[in-house]
């Protein structure tokens, strides 16, 4: 079997599965098998598999039938500048919350040396994010979860960021503690319950249930950061879809000032920010 002939089962095997995006899915996973990038696999695809490659790959089109996360089965997930390990410990990083960084970025542009802390770590993607493009900055972030700290803790190795970031384990009802941040942000678990039914199977079967789905998590968030803000600190929040408007609104009578609603890269309202005053 040849390369391109392998791509076109796995691509059929995709289309019947439901995959979203078969062709690309395929591509991926054959290029991880041969150690290969998905621009160069396309100059040798008449090239013939190994028996080692065709049950290698075998395995992945089985894996991605299932409706397992393609960032699972490659175990990385791109997220800005950084290459970072995922697996199902962690919420795979998605391109709406690359929004919450650049907002992040942004409202501290006129801040030196920023102390920030990152509510529910997850992957660290978004506290790695920040100490990879603000040199300068010191970042906290806290997670429940010893088993997603794990998967943090891999990806602050391999960045090579450990001066600069600093993982703990910490729960959310604990409050922030005594210290006084420039920035908070969250990407709190934002949908309910009765939502999950609505959703992917590659999300709702394989990513983990408590990084996902809360109610009353942004709100605590929220309530603790207005305590745990300096002066002139900021809260920024990815927030659900449709939801913007009931945040702000949050913000504004918790004393926030200053709060905007952005929307991501799809058109949706995903981050709310407001400053202290």
């Known amino acids: 079997m040849t390369r391109r002939e392998a791509l076109v089962v796995a691509r059929r095997a995709f289309e019947e599965a439901g995959c979203p995006s078969p062709r ?8 991880q098998v041969l150690g290969l990038g998905r621009t160069a696999l396309a100059f040798e695809l008449d090239r013939a598999l190994t028996v080692e490659e065709r049950a290698h790959f075998r395995g992945f089109v089985e894996r991605r039938t299932a409706r397992e996360p393609l960032a699972y089965i490659l175990g990385e ?15 795979i990083p998605r391109p709406e919350t690359e929004t919450v960084v650049e907002r992040c970025l942004t409202v501290l542009a006129g801040t030196i040396e920023p102390q920030v802390l990152d509510v529910g770590a997850g992957s660290g993607a978004i506290a790695l994010a920040l100490a990879d493009e603000r040199p300068d900055a010191q970042v906290t972030a806290f ?17 090579g960021l450990q001066e600069r970031v600093r ?11 005594e210290r ?10 934002y949908i309910r319950r009765g939502e999950l039914d609505g959703l992917e199977p590659e999300v709702r079967e394989w990513e983990p249930r408590a990084a996902l789905v809360g109610e009353g998590a942004t709100e605590a968030v929220a309530r603790a950061a207005r305590a745990a803000l300096q002066p002139e600190g900021w ?23 200053e709060i905007a609603i952005t929307a991501d890269l799809a058109g949706t309202e995903r981050v709310v920010e407001g400053r202290v005053p």
Do not use: I, K, M
Request: hydrophobic residues 50%; aromatic residues 8%.
């Open 77 to 91: 997930w791109g997220f800005r500048r950084l290459t970072l390990h995922v697996d199902r410990r962690v919420l």
């Open 167 to 177: 993982f703990v384990e910490h729960d959310l009802s604990s409050g922030f503690g």
């Open 235 to 257: 809260l920024v929040l990815e927030v659900a879809d449709g939801r913007a408007a009931e945040v702000a609104e949050l913000l504004e009578v918790l004393g926030y000032e």
């Open 143 to 159: 997670d429940s979860s010893p088993e997603a700290l794990e998967v943090a803790e891999q990806n602050l190795v391999a960045t």
């Open 180 to 189: 006084r941040w420039n920035l908070v942000v969250s990407n709190p678990p």
């Open 24 to 31: 690309v899915d395929a591509e991926h996973l054959l290029a």
